[in-house]
């Protein structure tokens, strides 16, 4: 089955830079999405980007916009999230998520078939 593994979390200060990766193995990419959602305590999941995998249009939460950067390397089979700029706000779990089929919203979670662990992101002031 399809597996998603996620790395490169950890702590950093506000300002500074991440890049979180999402391994995807037993996933054939093609024009379906991939996304990042997060996950911060008694907060709901949001999504934050997503990016068809086929023709390699994103989409953010224009609370990101300017700041992360979603990207996949076919290849690798991997999915990235670079993050600059980085707020405390941005604080959370991060998940990728992958769909099997093309969904109508990227932002609804419902609608991902696989998730990964999630790895903690976590801004200091």
């Known amino acids: 089955q399809v597996q998603l593994v996620e790395s490169g979390g950890g702590s950093v200060q506000a300002g500074g830079s991440l890049r979180v990766s999402c391994e995807a193995s037993r996933y054939t990419y093609t024009d379906y999405f991939m996304a990042w959602f997060r996950q911060a305590p008694g907060k709901q999941r949001e999504g934050v980007a997503a990016?068809?995998?086929?023709?390699?249009?994103?989409y953010y939460a224009n609370s990101v916009k300017g700041r992360f950067t979603i990207s996949r390397d076919v290849p690798k089979n991997t999915l990235y999230l670079q993050m600059d700029s980085l707020k405390p706000e941005d604080t959370a779990m991060y998940y990728c998520?992958?769909?099997?089929?093309?969904?109508?919203?990227?932002?609804?979670?419902?609608?991902?078939?696989?998730w990964g662990q999630g790895t903690q992101v976590t801004v200091s002031s």
């Open positions: 990016i068809l995998t086929g023709a390699g249009r994103t």
């Open positions: 998520a992958a769909a099997d089929r093309l969904i109508s919203d990227w932002r609804a979670d419902r609608q991902y078939n696989y």
